[in-house]
């Protein structure tokens, strides 16, 4: 101990008032707890949610008998992260990945595993939730996070970002850093404040039945062959990936995509509209050019409780480049414009077509399809929040 303690002085961290001069001696014994309580992590204004303070630093204190000595039993919040690591992702490297990991192990039990096939994280993310670990933790790029969060969907187990790929949508959406060491940082801030908020995705459920949560958004028809063209591409977008998507979209709309393809959107009864450009999102901004962020959908909101509906009824370049604009600048034409049709709250939505249209969620491509089914599914899923 550093210093010298006065009568009555206390140790803030734990709460412990130092004994005053003369008094018996005690022991502190630390004993380590799970950092989240099962049934306390919804939204604290609901009526099940506990403090921070009930959680996080905790005194159990016995004395051992009026004599000579005693015990007092301090508690101290442990956290068990998985970090899932895909070490191809746009921005990850073996030695970046290392620091991080360092990071979080100083202060936190840290179970660091590697994704090496496509859907590999959804597994990971699945045990660990199985085995009660309290975060997964995902350092690569959208795609590898919606595969996680796929397998968190209906747990207690809370999901973080790691910025790793080109463009992080969500991670940039929900206030995490740039650069995975200060987000990290973020990170660390955030559990000792037991920051987290539990949220809604949307479920796509295709043809064979296969169902797939989305974070942000999910895209059919052009929006989702512009993502397929860039997958063919991955080795230009792990170094010039915003550039590489505009020539990607540019390259889709002369010579890979049908433009007569009309898909059918529809939410309960009604026709939405009809086009060959669908996007529903779950959150807002649709994607980031370079630092700026792209919106499509005005109306969408991680905190709204439903999902946000835009249908865009012809390619015709003018269009296409004017609403582009609008998103950057955010501009009203995507409002009022009479081609774009708009429903800012839908909770049920159904896309069909004459002809299997290509669909993505979360930038990941998923194959053609000749019917989506998309709903709301709240309180799905809970994220540390920076």
């Keep these: 101990m550093r210093g010298r303690r006065e009568p009555g002085d206390e140790d803030v961290r734990v709460r412990i008032t130092e004994p005053r001069y003369g008094s018996s001696p005690i022991r502190l014994v630390p004993e380590r707890r799970a950092l989240l309580v099962r049934d306390t992590l919804s939204p604290l204004d609901e009526p099940r949610a506990g403090s921070a303070a009930n959680d996080f630093v905790r005194e159990d204190a016995e004395r051992a008998g009026a004599g000579h000595g005693g015990i007092v039993r301090v ?50 993310a699945r045990e660990a939730a199985e085995q009660h670990f309290d975060v997964v933790v995902v350092l690569a790029g959208d795609g590898t996070l919606n595969e996680a969060a796929r397998g968190l969907i209906g747990s ?12 992080n949508v969500f991670a940039r959406t929900l206030g995490v850093a740039h650069a995975p060491i200060p987000a990290t940082a973020q990170l660390l801030r955030a559990l000792a404040a037991r920051a987290f908020r539990r949220v ?4 796509a459920s ?26 063919r591409w991955s080795f230009i977008k792990r170094y010039l990936a915003h550039p590489a998507f505009a020539v990607a ?14 898909l059918c959107v529809t939410s ?75 429903r800012p709250a839908v909770h049920d939505v159904v896309i069909t077509a004459d002809r299997p249209f290509p669909w993505q969620v979360d930038g990941d491509y998923l194959g053609t399809v000749e019917r989506l089914h998309l709903r709301y599914e709240p309180d799905s899923l809970t994220l540390v929040m920076p």
Excluded: C
């Design 268 to 342: 309960g009864e009604d026709v939405v509209g009809v086009g060959p450009y669908v996007v529903v999102s779950n959150s807002d901004p649709y994607t980031y050019v370079l630092r700026r962020p792209l919106t499509i959908a005005f109306g969408a909101q991680l905190e709204k409780p439903s999902l946000a509906l835009t249908v865009v009824r012809n390619l015709h370049a003018l269009l296409l480049v004017h609403a582009a604009w609008s998103g950057l600048t955010n501009a009203r034409f995507l409002e009022r414009s009479r081609d774009i049709v708009q």
């Design 249 to 262: 979209a540019v390259d889709t709309w002369v010579r890979h995509y049908d433009r007569d393809t009309r």
């Design 206 to 231: 295709n043809s064979g039945h296969i169902n797939r949560p989305f974070l942000f958004h999910l895209g059919a028809g052009f929006d989702a062959a512009v993502v397929a063209r860039m997958e």
């Design 75 to 124: 508690t101290f919040a442990a956290v068990r992260l998985r970090l899932i690591v895909n070490p191809i992702a746009s921005s990850v490297t073996a030695p970046a990945a290392q620091p991080i990991a360092d990071a979080l192990a100083e202060e936190h039990d840290v179970d660091v595993v590697r994704t090496s096939e496509r859907d590999d994280a959804t597994r990971l």
């Design 200 to 203: 809604g995705v949307g479920i």
């Design 156 to 167: 207690q187990t809370a999901l973080f970002p790691l910025p790793g790929g080109s463009t």
